[in-house]
């Protein structure tokens, strides 16, 4: 079964504290994984996509195959960060693609 | 330029009514898509459209769902005789195709609640 697992619902930190959101997946084929984020009050955005190999916002995630995993990470967190962080996996079934979202991790970024 | 958008924002019926909620995809965007985000939860694929035509719709849950795209642009997703299961936000997103590199760009979501 294709499946994308967030263990932790709320993650809180300090800032200034590293951040790491973890992220399991199970697939069959070769994986396309991405992180998506919603801040407060504004819509779900692409934050990065694995393919890419991008660091975008201090934000960085490796595709571990050997562990199914796509742990998003940040050495220092800032209270901007706050947001919810969504694992998402491109599913490709049928010859079309469709995404599989996690249930998410809160992100508390504390002062 | 404009992103995606949904209307209306909020909606609120009875167990029972029929409801439409509409989505204009970003101009140009030849796909789109429904999910649907129950509390707690991540978005739950529903159903994607390339151009007018319903390419899966293996996400809908049942015969009650529907959706159509009779112009490939704007998309209305229908859902009749409405239960309080059904309480969720609902998202559309739009890319310019469906590989890997096609970034969906989401909308702010029509949040339904089925008293």
């Known amino acids: 079964a294709q499946r994308v697992t967030q263990p932790e619902k709320l993650l809180s930190v300090f800032k200034g504290a590293p951040v790491e959101l973890k992220c399991n997946y199970s697939y069959s084929g070769s994986p396309e994984l991405f992180w998506y984020v919603q801040y407060s009050r504004q819509r779900l955005q692409l934050l990065l996509r694995h393919i890419s190999r991008e660091s975008i916002k201090g934000f960085t995630a490796d595709l571990n195959k050997g562990e199914t995993s796509f742990h998003l990470k940040k050495p220092f967190a800032q209270e901007e960060d706050s947001a919810m962080y969504y694992c998402?996996?491109?599913?490709?079934?049928?010859?079309?693609?469709?995404?599989?979202f996690g249930a998410g991790t809160r992100l508390a970024v504390h002062p | 330029g404009a992103g995606v958008s949904q209307t209306p924002s909020n909606k609120v019926t009875e167990k029972g009514k029929y409801v439409e909620l509409r989505c204009d995809p970003i101009s140009g965007h030849t796909a789109l898509y429904w999910y649907r985000q129950s509390l707690g939860q991540g978005p739950e694929f529903l159903i994607y459209f390339q151009g007018t035509g319903a390419a899966d719709d293996s996400g809908l849950p049942n015969d009650r769902f529907f959706a159509v795209r009779p112009e490939g642009s704007v998309s209305t997703l229908k859902i009749q005789r409405t239960e309080r299961g059904d309480s969720a936000v609902y998202l559309c997103?739009?890319?310019?195709?469906?590989?890997?590199?096609?970034?969906?760009?989401f909308g702010p979501g029509t949040r339904l609640t089925v008293l």
């Open positions: 998402a996996l491109l599913s490709f079934s049928g010859g079309y693609n469709k995404l599989i």
């Open positions: 997103a739009s890319s310019e195709g469906a590989g890997g590199f096609d970034t969906q760009y």
